[in-house]
């Protein structure tokens, strides 16, 4: 019976995969909640069980994890070079922005660019535990872009997503020292997206009437998507952990397109439709505990995780597939005297370390790391740093 139940599991996935390879448009886009600690252990995790983001990384996980619930976050994440591309705004409010933007410096940092800001929250309600998971987050986002030769795109979304799911166990071993966990996890996302596109000539006139308004008489795209994740993770005596997690098995999305945001605001035309689907992300990822003897007076939650992830974006996106260096993560995490956690990691290829403090009733989370805007190692790499404060009990 267990066999078959993990027979069933692989099959599914399979034939998933096989089903997302011929799917005539797939949504480059994900259901995902950012956070800082994931980051700075080298991203996502099918085998970690140890916070929230066990809700995104493996439903599986629901069994094995917490009991925890947030109660409020705000996590800001910055990506490129914000704080220059800020002065240049900034020089530009002031006045001269024509001769700002012919200068040899900014022409330099607008050539090849992408830069980033995300908030998430203050929304952020969830619980995990018990085998049973749930939440309700909201996220922000711009995104600047070189999008082609003497253009910028900039891109301004707002997110909200819930999600909810259940776990259950399979002991395996008499004394419960193996065990398989199998879960299932719903979610949904409603997104609203102003995309903006000028030329270099018409920057300065943007950014002198920056504002609100600004974003109104842009083409704006509404985006509702719903799906699940199914996941398995087997645990042998609490030391060493196995996750396999299909994310976005089958994830269909409502694209609506409308001329302008007042359109849809007012409700004054009727959308363009179209359907697509979010690419399926199959992980495998494995999570080592060691023992560390009299040290564990003062050490705690020694982990080390390796994640093989997305195994089949080949198949299904053949034209965005990526290097298999890209698809590796590794991270290591430390806990001092249970409240300070020393984190660092590797993920698509580039380096990640954090820190957290964990206080009862809320914790600091920080971060530095880097991520790929390429399909090979090192050739256009961007930095960011994310900053979390999390109310959970």
Do not use: W
């Not at 809700?55 to 220059?84: C, H, W, Y």
């Not at 992408?114 to 309700?136: H, K, Q, R, T």
């Not at 082609?148 to 259940?166: A, F, K, N, Q, R």
């Amino acid at each position: 019976m267990r066999k078959n139940r993990i027979i069933i599991l692989c099959a599914v996935l399979s034939m998933t995969a096989a089903f997302h390879a011929f799917a005539r448009d797939v949504l480059d886009d994900e259901i995902y909640v950012p956070s800082a600690r994931s980051y700075a252990i080298g991203g996502k995790h099918a085998a970690v069980t140890t916070d929230l983001s066990t809700l995104f990384n493996n439903p599986a996980g629901f069994q094995k994890a917490g009991p925890e619930m947030s109660l409020a976050e705000v996590t800001f994440r910055i990506g490129g070079p914000i704080f220059d591309i800020a002065g240049v705004v900034a020089s530009g409010i002031g006045g001269g922005t024509g001769d700002l933007l012919t200068s040899p410096d900014v022409q330099d940092l607008l050539q090849g660019l992408y830069a980033s800001i995300d908030i998430l929250g203050p929304v952020a309600f969830g619980y995990i535990g018990g085998g049973l998971g749930f939440g309700f987050f909201n996220n922000s986002e711009i995104e600047l872009v070189n999008s082609s030769p003497l253009t910028i795109g900039s891109t301004v979304s707002e997110e909200l997503i819930l999600c909810g799911g259940y776990s259950f166990r399979i002991p395996l071993s008499a004394a419960g020292r193996s065990t398989l966990d199998l879960g299932l996890l719903m979610k949904g996302s409603l997104k609203g997206k102003v995309t903006l596109e000028k030329s270099f000539l018409e920057f300065p006139t943007l950014i002198s009437n920056l504002g609100t308004d600004t974003l109104l008489v842009e083409p704006f795209q509404f985006i509702s998507a719903i799906g699940i994740d199914l996941g398995a993770l087997y645990s042998f005596n609490d030391r060493l952990s196995v996750g396999l997690v299909g994310r976005d098995v089958f994830t269909p999305a409502l694209i609506s397109t409308y001329s302008t945001v007042n359109a849809f605001l007012e409700n004054t035309e009727t959308p363009s439709k179209s359907n697509a689907v979010l690419p399926l992300d199959l992980s495998l990822g494995v999570l080592y505990s060691p023992r560390i003897g009299k040290l564990e007076r003062i050490f705690t939650n020694l982990n080390f995780m390796l994640d093989y992830s997305d195994i089949f974006d080949f198949l299904i996106q053949p034209e965005n597939a990526t290097n298999p260096l890209l698809h590796i993560g590794f991270g290591s995490e430390l806990t001092l005297l249970e409240i300070l956690s020393v984190r660092v990691g590797l993920n698509e290829g580039l380096f990640s370390a954090g820190l957290g403090l964990d206080l009862t009733f809320f914790t600091l989370n920080a971060a530095m790391f880097g991520s790929e805007n390429t399909s090979e190692p090192g050739l256009k790499p961007v930095y960011n740093v994310i900053l979390g404060l999390e109310f959970r009990i």
